[in-house]
Nanobody
Framework: QVQLVESGGGLVQAGGSLRLSCAAS????????AGWFRQAPRKEREFVAS???????DYADSVEGRFTISRDNAKNTVYLQMNSLKPEDTAVYYC????????????????WGQGTQVTVSS
């Protein structure tokens, strides 16, 4: 397992941007798939975006074209650039990582961060 710490959340107006960061411990992180999930009040946690160890990316339909996931293996960090934010993007955002993409994608990752709050005002 790796330890994950998110940062970068906050309050932003609709149409604005935020960049979330997820710093990971461990020298093997470069071989992990990583992703972002979110959970809004009274809703189940949902997939947002993922990136494989080789750089392949996948997005939820609701964020496609607005969000970009990337990773810097030299810094052991995964990013989520969020543009054109909408009030419905308001949620706690969680970083996840796992050696197996097959476990990460459905939300069965072995490693999770503590979450960071993103609030988008209308």
């Amino acid at each position: 397992q790796v330890q994950l710490v998110e940062s970068g959340g906050g309050l932003v107006q609709a149409g604005g941007s935020l960049r979330l960061s997820c710093a990971a411990s461990g020298r093997t992180f470069r071989w992990y798939a990583a992703g972002w999930f979110r959970q809004a009040p009274r809703k189940e946690r949902e997939f947002v975006a993922s990136i494989s160890w080789s750089g392949g990316v996948d997005y939820a339909d609701s964020v496609e074209g607005r969000f970009t996931i990337s990773r810097d293996n030299a810094k052991n960090t995964v990013y989520l650039q969020m543009n054109s934010l909408k009030p419905e993007d308001t949620a706690v955002y969680y970083c996840a990582a796992d050696p197996s993409y097959a476990r990460l994608r459905p939300g069965d990752s072995g490693s999770w961060g503590q979450g960071t709050q993103v609030t988008v005002s209308s």
